[in-house]
């Protein structure tokens, strides 16, 4: 509403209300310069009401200043001002304090305004001198004037119950009986006094009146009458504002001629669609609001725009905003929009009002946070703003704002904004992190799937060729096996292909192995897997641990990591085999050498051992000395103990009672020389632990003697002991060769100096006869003998 | 050393005919594999243990199969062991698969060769049914005859394709390593009019084989006392026939009589002391050891290949002692 400082013509101001209901038409008569006394008692007593609660007084104000040229009215919309926008676009908000519940006609509260309206009702003496003439004219448009009839009292009638603004005293309305528009001419000082301006307010009017000579009207008031279509204005070329509030106006028309416009307020008519703006190219503020509007079009021309009031309408979107350069203020109220484009486009939008409308994401409205120039919004009455997230997550996206829902943002809120907003992005990028780490643990599994059947199938391969040239050869389980898992795995493989990034599947190729840490769960996959067991473990990560989880590792690999599992995670109870190619009973005897097992798991799949109805007793028999509680999720009965010791016990007894003595000491020597070595690694530790372990190795000595013979060397082993043992046998056997060789030779030596020797003594003893048979000779013989010898 | 045959032979042949070398070798060979632990306690007592050890066949124990199969001793010292092994299985009544049973051979020895098991259960099982399951007594008299007599046995293998071929047998006699896989049985319709190849024809070869062979074979009388009661015979037949004559198994002297094989009243003493030793057993299981019906064992098989048909009909063959090879062969 205009600061009315003042009404009297001399006055430099002039003071307009441009509409209103209650204290707004109470300034309205003050600013027309109607005196108290003209005004009709109904009016007055809503003149002092208005004075009184003057709390909504009318907003759009044109000052007109009229000392330096008198006659024209000055917008004082001006930029400038900023306080003029704002007030302006209040009203529609305003609306909704008031009590009155009024269609959102205008008006702000501040004080400023409100004396000034005081001031305004209280001052208004001046005279106004406005006469109007009902016109019947029969031309259609611009009547005839000459033409008048006397149809006072019909017009005083309705200017009873309209607006106080319009006097019959002054005002003839001259209609002639064809069905045509009224004339309306004013008196002479009027047009004088107001030469600018014309209101015609509550007249019952149906039609717009030709208005002639007055083609220097700037103002028309046509707020409260019934009409129906904007015509005979054409002429009135000069018209900057247009007050067609709350008329039965059902389409935008008559306007083409008027480029002058900068105000039209087309509130509470009936009007369907946005149109026939083309020509007014310096509209300032355009009211549509409580029409039957769907759509905003034809609106991108309007590039001085600065107010546009859309509120009560019936959009269900907001867009076409284009071209609105100077737009800065949008009232979008109580439509039912669910979704909102384009307002980043509007560079100097400040305020839109968004309030009572149907927007439930943040995403649909998302081009908000786009613009640069918005510092202030309303949601409310939005399914939006019932979400927890709301505020934090408006105030996080639109940084420049500086009210939200007509309250001023605090810096407190903004900051409690932003450290939401990134506690939420923290925990975003957790879980993305994490399914990150899932997609990619996923990968990994697979590759190692892959690579596993890889190398079954390999092995597989070198079996079955040494199955056909050396039967030597413990062969591996057979094809049939390696196929059912690898059918299973590429199952697993198409599903996961799906759903990757390129670069995981990148990184995944050159990832052979996992080692993953849940909880108390240690899953390794890969035989890679197996070098984590060298690393340093925290003592609580491994104080945690009692589940370990073999995948897609040799068991044979496995065996020869069990003494560092023992060292490093000495709580493991449970184990967990899977596709670990276990197919033979013997391996489980590796497992023995640990210092408890609760549990034992192993999966069917990719061990075929499992298949065997004797396995479950034969770990029984052979770990009995960890009374296992479970084995494969099944609790262990007693029966079960039994049954393993009447199936296995034979064996262990033969193994321990008949072994010979230096293989016994040999085998048990190894156990022996492991327990050893692992009171030596363990020394480090409580007292009480080591005591334990002598215990163990007590019971192991003496209660499990007989089973400690059932060891298991793994096949790669096995085989270098194969080779060392061919090695020394060919040793053994040239060893053996030449000394039963030599044997047999002295043996025959001796046969034949046995053959020999009867014959041989008997010559002697002949020959030894002979010699001495002649005494004399044999005397001089040794005579001479001796004295050669002399 | 008084025998006979120790004229004839010079004296390094006749020990290693006598496999006296292999025992000798291998002695020194386990020497030097223990030799810290034998030189804490002698040598002269090592000898003696070991040979002491050959005597009562417990030598073979968990020994590579090279050594096991090196001397007729020592295969019949390891059926032995076997049998005493695993005679809880087999009276717990458990059928087991080819592959269970070679399981629990590499208990024993831990390279047994799969190939080996497998010769042994065709024996019981048809060719196309070898994932079957065998009663431990079939499998165990069916792989003795196998293992015991495993060059014999090619060397028969391919005397009988010689004959099935038309080919006279006696002018040369080549035992090959692969003679084990041809064992292309006739097609049908042979089989009506004639399977297999004459008796006496084939025991004539037999014999002159027996005369030749070096390496042990079955008592030639025996042989003959099989084969005689029968006009002809495929193969496989004659090896059912073997497998289940009590004079070659009584011959063999490794294995009690088929009757006799579940008792064993040494070691089942023993595995009652064991039975007594488990912690925290009540002492219902020494109560009534022999009464108490172990728990029917059903463990889950996971995608197990067994028949059902297999299994009623192999529980039908073992009640009335004889398997459907018997019945092939007497035909």
């Not at chain 1, 707020?223 to 015509?231: A, D, K, L």
Request: charged content about 25%; overall charge neutral.
């Amino acid at each position: 509403m205009v600061t009315p400082s003042g009404c009297s013509g001399d006055d430099p101001v002039r003071s307009l209300t441009l509409r209103g209901s209650g204290a707004s038409e109470a300034d309205a008569a003050g600013l027309l310069g109607r005196s108290p006394a003209m005004i009709p008692g109904k009016y007055r007593s809503v003149s002092g009401r208005a004075a009184s609660n003057v709390n909504c007084g009318l907003h759009l104000v044109i000052q007109t200043s009229s000392l330096p040229e008198k006659n024209k009215v000055e917008f004082k919309l001006n930029k400038e001002t900023p306080s003029f926008p704002g007030r302006l676009l209040q009203h529609d908000l305003e609306r909704n304090y008031s009590s009155r519940q009024g269609d959102g006609r205008v008006i702000s509260p501040s004080p400023r305004n409100k004396s000034s309206c005081i001031s305004s009702t209280t001052n208004g003496t001046e005279p106004c001198g406005l006469e109007m003439k009902t016109t019947t004219s029969s031309l259609p448009a611009f009547g005839d004037s000459s033409i008048q009839t006397p149809s006072k009292s019909r017009i005083r009638q309705g200017c009873h119950s309209a607006g106080p603004n319009v006097s019959g005293d002054h005002i003839n309305l001259v209609s002639s009986s064809m069905p045509s528009f009224p004339i309306l001419q004013r008196s002479s000082e009027e047009k004088i006094l107001y030469s600018d301006r014309l209101t015609l307010e509550r007249q019952k009017l149906t039609v717009c009146p030709v208005i002639d000579g007055e083609e220097h009207l700037r103002l028309l008031n046509f707020q409260h009458n019934f009409i129906t279509r904007i015509q005979n204005i054409s002429n009135l070329q000069r018209l900057i504002f247009l007050d067609l509030y709350d008329n039965q106006i059902e389409e935008i028309s008559g306007l083409s001629t008027l480029r002058s416009l900068r105000v039209l307020l087309l509130g509470k008519n009936r009007i369907k669609k946005i149109s026939n703006l083309e020509n007014l190219k310096n509209l300032d503020v355009l009211d549509l609001h409580g029409n039957q509007i769907t759509k905003i079009e034809n609106v991108s021309h309007l590039c001085d725009l600065r107010v546009l009031n859309l509120a009560r309408n019936l959009l269900s979107h907001v867009d076409n905003l284009n071209g609105l350069d100077s737009l800065t203020e949008l009232n979008l109220r109580h439509n039912q929009i669910t979704f909102v484009r384009d307002v980043d486009n509007l560079p100097c939008l400040q305020r839109l009002f968004l309030s009572f409308n149907n927007i439930s994401t943040f995403e649909s409205v998302c081009c908000l946070a786009d613009s640069t120039s918005l510092s202030d919004i309303t949601f409310d009455g939005n399914p939006i703003a019932q979400e927890s997230w709301y505020k934090h997550t408006v105030l996080q996206n639109m940084m420049q704002l500086r009210q939200l829902d007509m309250k001023r943002v605090t810096e407190e809120e903004r900051r409690m904004a932003s450290v939401v907003a990134k506690k939420e992005e923290e925990k975003k990028r957790e879980s993305q992190k994490q399914s990150l780490l899932k997609e990619k643990k996923r990968l990994t599994i697979n590759n190692v799937a892959r690579r596993w059947d890889l190398q079954q199938h390999r092995i597989s391969n070198i079996a079955a060729d040494q199955d056909g040239r050396d039967s030597d050869s413990p062969s591996q389980d057979p094809c049939q096996n390696a196929g059912s898992t690898v059918s299973a795995f590429q199952e697993e493989t198409g599903s996961l292909d799906s759903g990757l990034t390129s670069a995981l599947q990148g990184l995944s190729v050159t990832d052979t192995h996992l080692v993953e840490v849940d909880g108390d769960t240690l899953s390794l996959y890969g035989s890679g897997a197996l070098e984590c067991l060298d690393r340093n473990w925290s003592v609580q990560t491994a104080g945690m641990v009692t589940t370990v989880s073999f995948t897609f590792i040799e068991f044979d690999e496995i065996v020869q990591v069990l003494p560092k599992l023992k060292l490093k995670f000495p709580n493991s109870l449970h184990l967990k085999f899977k596709e670990t190619n276990l197919v033979m009973l013997q391996q489980f005897n590796a497992l023995a050498q640990l210092r408890r097992v609760d549990q034992l798991t192993v999966d069917p799949q990719g061990n075929p051992v499992v298949n065997f109805i004797l396995w479950k007793y034969y770990v029984l028999f052979r770990l009995s000395h960890f009374s296992m509680q479970k084995i494969n999720g099944t609790e262990v009965t007693q029966n079960d103990m039994i049954m393993a010791e009447r199936l296995f016990g034979i064996l262990a007894h033969v193994a321990s009672s008949e072994l010979p003595p230096y293989r016994l000491i040999s085998v048990l020597g190894d156990a022996r020389k492991k327990q050893f070595q692992c009171l030596l690694e363990t020394k480090g530790r409580k007292p009480g632990i080591v005591s334990e372990e002598n215990d163990n190795s007590k019971r192991l000595a003496g209660e499990n003697t007989n089973r400690a013979a059932l060891h298991y060397t793994t096949r790669d082993l096995y085989h270098e002991k194969l080779e060392e043992i061919k090695e020394k046998k060919k040793f053994c056997k040239m060893y053996i060769e030449d000394l039963v060789k030599e044997a047999t030779e002295i043996n025959m030596k001796n046969e034949a100096l046995q053959k020999l020797w009867p014959q041989m003594f008997i010559e002697l003893v002949r020959d030894a006869v002979i010699e001495v048979r002649n005494k004399n000779s044999y005397m001089k013989l040794c005579l001479q003998h001796i004295t050669d010898q002399k | 050393m008084l025998s006979p045959e120790r004229l004839a032979l010079p004296d390094y042949e006749y020990l290693a005919q006598r496999h006296v070398l292999t025992y000798m070798e291998d002695a020194v060979c386990q020497l030097l594999e223990n030799k810290e632990d034998i030189s804490q306690y002698g040598i002269a007592r090592f000898f003696t243990e070991y040979f002491n050890s050959v005597c009562q066949g417990t030598h073979i124990l968990f020994r590579e199969f090279s050594f096991i199969q090196a001397t007729p001793h020592n295969r019949a010292s390891f059926l032995r062991a076997f049998w005493r092994c695993f005679r809880t299985v087999g009276k717990n009544g458990d059928l087991l698969t080819m592959r269970e049973y070679h399981c629990l051979l590499q208990l024993l020895c831990p390279d047994f060769p799969l190939e080996l098991t497998q010769k042994a259960a065709r024996i019981v099982l048809m060719d196309d049914a070898m994932d079957c399951l065998m009663s431990f007594s079939d499998f165990l008299f069916a792989f003795q005859i196998q293992f015991y007599y495993s060059e014999f046995l090619e060397s028969v293998a391919a005397i009988y394709q010689d004959l099935l071929s038309g080919k006279n047998p006696n002018t040369v006699i080549v035992p090959t390593s692969s003679s084990g896989q041809h064992r292309q049985r006739p097609t049908l319709g042979e089989a009506s009019v004639l399977e297999g190849v004459e008796a006496s024809l084939f025991y004539q070869c037999l014999e002159n084989l027996c005369d030749r062979h070096k390496y042990s074979c079955p008592p030639p009388a025996l042989v003959k006392e099989v084969l005689s009661n029968v006009q002809r015979l495929t193969f496989y037949g004659f090896l059912v026939a073997l497998s289940k004559h009590h004079g070659i198994n009584q011959a063999l002297g490794a294995l009690p009589d088929k009757g006799d094989l579940m008792h064993d009243p040494a070691m089942d003493e023993a595995l009652e002391r064991l039975l007594v030793q488990i912690p925290g057993l009540v002492n219902s299981v020494t109560a009534s050891p022999e009464a108490s019906c172990l728990p029917s064992r059903t463990p889950p098989r996971v995608g197990s290949p067994w028949r059902p048909l297999h299994h009623a009909r192999k529980l039908d063959a073992e009640s009335d002692g004889s398997t459907e090879e018997t019945d092939e062969s007497e035909t």
